[in-house]
Antibody, heavy 124, light 106 residues
Framework: EVVLVESGGGLVQPGGSLRLSCAAS????????MTWVRQAPGKGLEWVSAISGNGDSTYDADSLKGRFTISRDNSRNTLFLQVNSLRAEDTAVYFC?????????????????WGPGTLVTVSS | SYELTQPPSVSVSPGQTASISCSGDKLGDKYAFWYQQRPGQSPVLVIYQDSKRPSGIPARFSGSNSGNTATLTISGTQAMDEAEYYCQAWDNSTVVFGGGTKLTVL
């Protein structure tokens, strides 16, 4: 069974940083692209970033480029999201999800399954 | 940037058919995906590549995509289907989600 568990969220002051983690199990982690999606309280889903199976290719939402960095450690079956210069509007639950393929940019790629998410609250 | 538009809410009586639309420019030229999110839970893929169901998803869920509109149809809707539903498509290497539709089973 594929299991994804996010961690690293919490309360952070505006301008601060966090490193989110997503621990994966139940599949060959290095063979699949992975992604982060966030959801502000009471709002819809917003795609954040994605990374190919070997980490060589990364993709970011235009609105977040420069502040968020995705990476992965295939030896530890873990996906990361470094979030910097945090703003109140970054307050959200951050989900990780597994892609269907090694590569990210394929028109029939899906996001499945998803982890339970980790809450990031940006407030002074 | 590419946009997907969904109705904010849809209501259906138990046992009836619910249809949720998702519109976007030439959406029919892309694949549409649908995710179900129950309150307090993470999203679950219910339809991929316009009309295919992942294993474990009941047959009452179906999808179609043509022109500018993709549609998620739930036949014989059950109380457990009450949830938020999001459509999704690709715009180059970017994932785009619709704003979500709250399905209420009255």
């Amino acid at each position: 069974e594929v299991v994804l568990v996010e961690s690293g969220g919490g309360l952070v002051q505006p301008g601060g940083s966090l490193r989110l983690s997503c621990a994966a199990s139940g599949f060959t982690f290095s063979s699949y692209a992975m992604t982060w999606v966030r959801q502000a309280p009471g709002k819809g889903l917003e795609w954040v970033s994605a990374i190919s199976g070997n980490g060589d290719s990364t993709y970011d939402a235009d609105s977040l480029k420069g502040r968020f960095t995705i990476s992965r450690d295939n030896s530890r079956n873990t996906l990361f999201l470094q979030v910097n210069s945090l703003r109140a509007e970054d307050t959200a639950v951050y989900f990780c999800a597994k892609g269907r393929y090694f590569d990210w940019f394929l028109s029939d790629n899906w996001l499945d399954p998803w982890g339970p998410g980790t809450l990031v609250t940006v407030s002074s | 940037s590419y946009e997907l538009t969904q109705p904010p809410s849809v209501s259906v009586s138990p046992g009836q058919t619910a249809s949720i639309s998702c519109s976007g420019d030439k959406l029919g030229d892309k694949y549409a995906f649908w995710y179900q999110q129950r309150p307090g839970q993470s999203p679950v893929l219910v339809i991929y590549q316009d009309s295919k169901r992942p294993s474990g998803i009941p047959a009452r869920f179906s999808g179609s995509n043509s022109g500018n509109t993709a549609t998620l149809t739930i036949s014989g809707t059950q109380a457990m289907d009450e949830a938020e539903y999001y459509c999704q498509a690709w715009d180059n290497s970017t994932v785009v989600f619709g704003g979500g539709t709250k399905l209420t089973v009255l």
